[in-house]
């Protein structure tokens, strides 16, 4: 394949994830001559700037992958059940966020820093890959070390997500209703399922059958991913998925077990080297990761490491990452960087 000179595409590119992919491509160089944009028919005739020039958002059709050496899907299960098969049969390398082909066995879902071997031998036109959920990415990288060292038995997670990771309308809701509640008023709820100002919702996607243990949608799409991304198909995965009113970045409070005894400051090291981590752990200082630490950077932040006084094997931590970024944007184009490389 080409190294330089790449056409390249971004469907969904008017969302909050494509907006941030254009910013990533620009920040890291990525090798691209050509880059087409697509968006919702409202959309269409927009213009974006990515590397220092105007780029118009377009429709999709049937010849609009005609080229393309990687098209990155940022939208809708539907947009990608319909048209990533369009964009494969036009020789492209597709990269999609949707969760359509994350558990498909036949389909690598990838965060580089943890399991990028799997992109070795999908250089070939038409490859697919999926990135996986936002919470679960900053998850991974974060468990990965530590299983390498002491061999993950149980994880239990529990998540503090930002209203970004529900789109504009719900970031546009939080505002609203913060205003409407500072004001004396009370807060109407309308993209999200309870007003979310001063308030936690425990409920992220819906509710699942009897047989799924009353998880939501979003609660088995981290139990699933972290058990493939890792190769733990039978790892005890428990979640607790809750929207708080944030705008920037995903939180999760992690308790893991091991096989082995872990030690807290072996762990603090282990994660400091890995890549993609930074270790913000001082708390007699105060500094502990905190969603102003990774709005619109690239690290997963872990802090709080420390041994699980009720378990002998094991550590409780805390993770915070930009649900945007790291958790899909520049994890799609890291997947491109290392097929490219």
């Known amino acids: 394949m080409k190294k330089t000179g790449l056409t390249i595409a971004v469907v969904g590119a008017t969302g909050a994830v494509g907006k941030e992919m254009l910013d990533v491509l ?37 010849s609009s992958f005609k080229d393309v050496d990687f098209a990155f899907f940022d939208a809708s299960d539907e947009i990608s059940r319909e048209w990533v ?44 890959v999926s990135g996986p959920n936002c919470t679960t990415a900053q998850l991974v990288v974060a468990l990965k070390p530590l299983h390498d060292r002491y061999g ?17 309308a719900a970031v546009e809701e939080l505002r609203t209703q913060t205003g409407e509640v500072l004001a004396g008023r009370g807060a109407r709820a309308v993209k ?15 509710f699942l059958s009897a047989a799924d243990t009353g998880a939501t949608s979003e609660e088995k799409k981290v139990i699933e991913e972290t058990r493939k ?21 995903h939180a999760e409070s992690v308790n893991a077990e091991f096989e082995k005894t872990p030690d807290a400051e072996e762990a603090r090291a282990l994660l400091a080297k890995f890549p993609g981590v930074e270790v913000i752990d001082e708390p007699k200082d105060f500094n502990y990761p905190m969603n102003l630490h990774a709005t619109g950077r690239d690290p997963v932040y872990v802090g709080r490491i420390r041994r699980d006084p009720s378990c002998e094997k094991g550590l ?7 649900n945007l970024r790291k958790g899909a944007a520049l994890n799609a184009i890291q997947i491109a960087e290392s097929i490219l490389a």
Request: hydrophobic content about 45%; charged content about 20%.
């Open 26 to 62: 620009e920040q890291r160089h990525f090798p691209f001559s050509e880059l087409r944009l697509f968006a919702s028919p409202r959309s269409a005739g927009r213009e974006l700037t990515c590397a220092g020039r105007s780029w118009k958002c377009q429709t999709l059709e049937k």
């Open 85 to 128: 098969p369009v964009a494969r049969a036009s020789g492209a390398i597709v990269i999609d966020n949707s969760a359509t082909f994350r558990m498909n066995s036949e389909v690598p879902l990838v965060v580089p820093e943890v399991n990028g071997e799997k992109l070795r031998s999908l250089s070939e036109k038409g490859a697919l």
């Open 152 to 168: 993950l038995k149980r994880v239990v997670v529990s998540t503090y997500q930002s209203v970004s990771g529900a789109g504009a």
């Open 192 to 206: 999200l399922k309870h007003p979310i100002a001063f308030n936690l919702i425990p409920q992220i996607g819906s």
């Open 229 to 249: 991304i890792l190769g733990l198909p039978n790892l005890a995965v428990a979640c607790t998925a809750v929207r708080v009113p944030t705008i920037a970045c």
């Open 316 to 322: 409780q931590f805390w993770v915070v990452a930009d």
